[in-house]
Each structure stands twice: as structure tokens, then as C-alpha cells.
């Protein structure tokens, strides 16, 4: 395939990754209103609170990206990592 090919794909690939993670933060506090976070939330010193909430469909995306790139890398690298465990 010719390089600008390559090079338009890759960049409808990167818009759509992006506008699906838009998506995914905008939508993150749908669900779990702020009386629900008041109501779960842990006072620190008298005037600090930290609400909690489950985890958002844009943080379970994100650590399931890293994990399969973590992954893949580890592959790819295989032959410097098997020199650690297999001296």
C-alpha cells in the first residue's frame, strides 16, 4: 500500500479511538448523581470529602488497552526479557 494511504487510515483510526474515549468520559458520570457521591463520600478534617463510584467504562477501556499493549510488547520483546529469566 502506498504511504499515504497508510498514513490516512492511521488517522481515521486515531479519530475514532479518540471520539470513542470522548464518548466514554462524557458518559462516565451518567448513572451516580452528586447526592449519591455526597451520600458515599468520606469526610477528611471537616471540609475535605471524597466521593466514590465504581469504576467507569473509560477507566475498565483504558486499563484493558494497556494491559493487551503490555502484552503484545512483552511478545514482541520477547528475546531481550528471556535473557533475565533464562540466564
Avoid: C, P
Wanted: glycine fraction near 10%; proline fraction near 0%.
Amino acid at each position: 500500500m502506498n504511504t499515504n494511504v497508510n498514513l490516512a487510515f492511521f488517522t481515521v483510526v486515531v479519530i475514532l479511538v479518540a471520539s470513542l474515549l470522548i464518548y466514554l468520559a462524557l458518559r462516565a458520570g451518567r448513572g451516580y448523581s452528586v447526592d449519591d457521591t455526597q451520600a458515599h463520600a468520606e469526610t477528611f478534617g471537616g471540609g475535605i470529602q471524597e466521593g466514590h463510584g465504581g469504576v467507569t467504562a473509560f477507566v475498565a477501556v483504558w486499563i484493558i488497552a494497556i494491559l493487551i499493549w503490555a502484552t503484545v510488547y512483552l511478545i514482541q520483546h520477547w528475546s531481550q526479557y528471556a535473557v533475565v529469566f533464562f540466564k
